[in-house]
């Protein structure tokens, strides 16, 4: 029997995990930290459960693939619920719900701009053929050659793909309102450059947004983790948790084992070291390629990594309210400051925003166990640049008093007296906890330059045996592409393994 070992129990290293146990590989996983989930852990506090990382469940027709190919469904897993408005969005005039049902939307788009309903149909109609085809074809492809994308359909369809038109001049084509605009490109922000640098192909998301709907699982965001986790364990796959890998050590362009430390009884600390035949890597990339292999191993230089373009990283608050809000939704996005200046900041001129936009999810509107009873659980979102410095409790501090003042005017509550529980967290936690490149929170910027063969390889160029997973690998940031990134990764791992048997096989009769 083959073995493997995953690095990391993110969302890509469960799949991983569990597709190569699946065709029959012992498959072991190592975590630094006490449990899976990576950066969508939870946690407990005062009464309140958090998500620490995702909380938009969008796309779930790939969550459903995922299980269905292990024999059970979502609905077996885990309950979900389709939310209704599917978000709000609060402006400077006010606020305005996102309604889930089309019909409604098209009422909103023709109150905002006369004529719009029209041409949010054919937008859509393209952004349906750009998901079917970038889902089918481009997404669950593993980027390692051009002769992967010699396919008919995308050749027949390359110039529908709008992979070289940019989502802003896109959007532009059809919309003129600005709170259209911004509606409609708000979904790229996250892909990690502005909309005049990302392709018109993630109009996708757009698809994604108003068709397939905003979703949450019971329980939270964790419960997806849950499911997974679970799964791997009745397909047998072995998890060390509180093993942080310290190093991965090579022969003759091969991994021979990754070495570990974790903590005994009385706080001893003691290192083992773990050979399979495979490793994946479904930590964050470059650390593993700057830290975990020495110099010689490495595919990548400081140049190649210094000049990625990242997606962004957060300044995220977990609040917890003695009270009850009296009119709030799940999602909140708040638009009531500068748009595209807040957007300069992550991307141009990355600095600390002056005014920032923000996001807040509370989960006790539709879950109430995510908080006691008569009780309120906020997460504040900041999208901040990737990389930033200065990152202190007083800066963290102020940022929070900024946009709770901003939270309370719209909502038209006081929230301030009534918080019984607080924590912050930002980019220097995503560098301790998760080692994140230069504190990133979602990844790689999917731009036209990092997008397939331009990322960083699923393979290691330099060793045999070495795979990777995740954020900065193909196909990209997000909760749905990290699914694909560890499918991806099993299916490159098992087809190479089963071609050399049939090589030794074939030899063997020569």
């Not at 608050?317 to 992550?346: A, M, P, T, W």
């Not at 309370?408 to 301790?432: A, C």
Request: proline share 5%; glycine share 8%.
């Amino acid at each position: 029997m083959k073995k493997a070992i995953v690095i990391g129990s993110g969302f890509s290293g469960l799949s991983a995990a569990s597709f190569l146990a699946k065709e029959g590989w012992e498959v072991t996983v190592l975590e630094k930290h006490r449990g899976p989930g990576g950066r969508a852990r939870k946690f407990h506090a005062a009464g309140f459960t958090f998500d620490m990382g995702p909380s938009w469940y969008w796309m779930p027709d790939v969550f459903e693939n995922y299980f269905q190919q292990f024999g059970t469904t979502v609905a077996e897993q885990y309950s979900l619920k389709r939310l209704d408005p599917s978000y709000r969005v609060y402006w400077a005039d006010g606020p305005v719900d996102i309604p889930a049902g089309y019909e409604e939307l098209e009422q909103l788009f023709e109150s905002l701009e006369p004529g719009s309903a029209k041409k949010l149909a054919a937008f859509l109609k393209e952004a349906a053929y750009k998901y079917a085809v970038g889902m089918n074809k481009l997404v669950f492809k593993p980027g390692r050659s051009l002769r992967e994308f010699a396919d008919i359909d995308l050749a027949r369809g390359v110039l529908k793909l709008d992979v070289f038109t940019s989502m802003k001049k896109h959007v532009g084509k059809y919309f003129k309102h600005p709170k259209l605009l911004q509606l409609m490109e708000f979904p790229v922000l996250f892909l990690g450059a502005l909309p005049e640098n990302i392709p018109a192909l993630y109009s996708l998301m757009n698809y994604a947004d108003i068709k397939l709907g905003t979703w949450y699982p019971e329980g939270g965001m964790y419960a997806i983790v849950d499911a997974m986790y679970e799964l791997a364990k009745e397909l047998g796959v072995q998890f060390h948790f509180e093993h942080e890998v310290t190093g991965i050590h090579t022969r003759a362009g091969k991994v021979n084992n990754v070495e570990t430390k974790n903590w005994e009884l009385q706080g001893t600390r003691k290192r083992k070291l773990f050979e399979a035949d495979v490793v994946v890597g479904a930590a964050d990339y470059h650390f593993i390629e700057t830290q975990l292999l020495v110099e010689a191993d490495r595919a990548y230089t400081p140049e190649y990594w210094d000049s990625k373009v990242m997606a962004p990283s957060c300044l995220l608050y977990f609040v917890g309210l003695n009270k009850k809000l009296k009119n709030i939704r799940h999602h909140s996005l708040f638009f009531d400051v500068n748009f595209e200046q807040h957007g300069k900041e992550i991307y141009e001129d990355p600095q600390w925003p002056k005014e920032p936009l923000f996001y807040v999810s509370a989960t006790s509107v539709t879950d109430p166990a995510t908080a006691p009873i008569g009780h309120e659980n906020l997460f504040f979102l900041v999208p901040v640049a990737a990389g930033l410095t200065h990152d202190t409790d007083a800066l963290r501090e102020e940022y929070f008093q900024k946009i709770v003042h901003r939270f309370e005017k719209q909502i038209g509550e006081q929230i301030t007296e009534n918080i019984i529980f607080k924590r912050n967290y930002s980019v220097s936690d995503f560098e301790n906890d998760y080692h994140a490149f230069k504190g990133n929170a979602y990844g790689l910027a999917n731009t036209l330059r990092q997008t397939a063969i331009l990322k960083p390889s699923i393979k290691s160029k330099k060793i045999e045996n070495l795979f990777y997973a995740g954020q900065l690998t193909v196909p990209g940031p997000g909760v749905p592409p990290a699914l694909i990134s560890g499918e991806v990764v099993a299916r490159e791992i098992i087809k190479e393994f089963s071609k050399k048997k049939n090589e030794v096989h074939d030899a063997s009769f020569s």
